[in-house]
């Protein structure tokens, strides 16, 4: 008998449950402009420690709700409601964020977001999916990549005379496209709970992903594992790459 396709439900106590009001407007926009104004504030520091704070924390504002987004809009088209039922077909930062994820963007400059999907009500079956969801969110953080050195190479005849305004803006859009660019290459790690994962088993004859689903329970210790035991090799893998591809987006 086959096991049946994993699913994990939305989590009722979840850290941002206790600040519901925060999540809702006005409040909302309020938090999200102060947290925008903070983040260049920090980006514009002269300590390289704090000023990497603040592209991490637009990346927290921006590209994790739209990489959310993605997961939620491709599910919600595919016939799964959960996302829409869960509050996740929205922008707003603080209904998409997970308090680690968040905790280790800030970090160390990879985290992530979460909106919960239910892949046995995915069309055209549970698998192929899960696939495409899983997909979408990676793919939007690549060309938020993209946007972001096209709207570089757009302001630049307007703050090329300015020396200081042309290496602000050009720190905080770099560094806001490279983190971009190394989620998009974290996120298809195939080690769950990633993205990577689902494609892997989208992408696997039915017998094999079936059998890789007996891991998925185990998902979030696997992850940690290699987090923090596998260091220098995600290194390797993500920020090495990542570099190489923002040097090729901003002509470097």
Known sequence: ?????????????????????????????????????????????????????????????????????????????????????????????????NFLGSILMIVVGLGWAYVPINPSALRPNPRTGHMLVAAAGPIANLILAGLVALLW?????????????????????????????????????????LDGFAILKGLLPAPLAYQLERIQPYSFLIFMLLFFLAGRIMSRIIFEPAIAVTRLLFSL
Request: proline share 12%; hydrophobic share 50%.
């Open 1 to 97: 008998m086959r096991p049946q396709y994993y699913y994990e439900p939305p989590r009722s106590n979840n850290w941002l449950d206790r600040l519901r009001p925060l999540t809702q407007p006005p409040t909302a926009y309020l938090i999200f402009f102060a947290g925008l104004i903070l983040a260049v504030f920090l980006s514009l520091q002269s300590n390289p420690t704090v000023s990497r704070i603040g592209p991490r924390l637009l990346i927290l504002l921006i590209a994790f709700p739209i990489h959310e987004l993605a997961h939620a809009v491709v599910a919600d088209r595919l016939g799964d409601s959960t996302p829409r039922r869960s509050g996740r077909l929205t922008l707003n930062p603080l209904a998409q964020l």
């Open 153 to 193: 190479y757009a302001l630049l005849p307007f703050i090329g005379g300015f020396p200081a305004l042309e290496n602000n803006a050009f720190n905080i859009l770099s560094q806001f496209a490279f983190i971009n660019v190394a989620l998009f290459i974290f996120n298809l790690v195939p080690v769950p709970p």
